[in-house]
């Protein structure tokens, strides 16, 4: 087999990977090959594409698409700043998307949680793109049924915490529902980047974003780790807790956010972590510019499977003052 073009499809190893034109070639993200074939795999990439729970803009549904599109250029080179290839350590594929039928609203939560199920009993680990804020709810119910309660990590310009009533489909209220059903221990948990007020905080520690502007990210990092402790982590990156400069393409922007340098500084610092899995949601690519906040989230996924493939041995040779 020539090994020019197509490797999503083409590829016979998990592990393989070629040369092929950005511009070029069946999309998957970081060029990944396509299967449901779980055997000996690390990671799943898959998506959810479903934006019915947003309370302003739609779009993001079309966001799992978007984040594979914008991923290519990672696939080139040795990743940054990490100076290695993380598919020489990790056995990652692009599952494809779960099928969720929003005009059944009843089925979602069942549905998303069916499809995180069945992947996470493989074995696997979970790199999820959304969709809209509340499909982690049922991927957090996936994830506490192999891992017990869960300390949750969640970057994010708003709480998520509002008044639920146990059966509401709503992108800002589903971290309330999982507190309630003992899915996320918020003892253990943080919010990174906040920037919208509500009264309370839900048991999780708060790291507004202008006290991350005022202390930096390292101070940031080690209430995260100190608190997080041995606990499974997930890590849940809402793409509007970065500032509309660098994210414009969401439903809810917040001014007044991170930058993406200091997002991508704060995922390759989750390395002493327990890290269970990982989604990236609510990029809208209608509002988006020149790709920016796609690229921002396949950047934070790309550097969450660099430290994964870091815990498990890959050898660093970061070129430069990094």
Known sequence: MSKTGDQAFRAKSNKERWPEPAYAGALSFLRRRYSRDLEGVDVVVSGIPYDCAVTYRSGCRLGPRAIRAASVQMAELLAFPFGFDPFETLSVVDYGDCVVDPHHPETVIDDIAAHATGILESGARMLTFGGDHFTTYPLLKAHAEKYGPIALVQFDAHCDTWEDDGSQLDHGTMFTRAIADGIVDPSRSTQVGLRTYNDHDAGFEILTSPWIHRNGIEAALKVVIERAGDQPVYLSFDIDGLDPAFAPGTGTPVVGGLSTWQALEFVRGLEPLH????????????????????????????????????????????????
């Open 275 to 322: 890290l269970i899995g990982m989604d990236v949601v609510e990029v809208a690519p209608a509002y988006d510019h020149a790709e920016i906040t796609a690229l921002a989230a396949a950047s934070v996924a790309h550097d969450w499977l660099c430290v994964l493939a870091s815990q498990r041995g890959a050898i660093k040779r970061g070129v430069g003052r990094l």
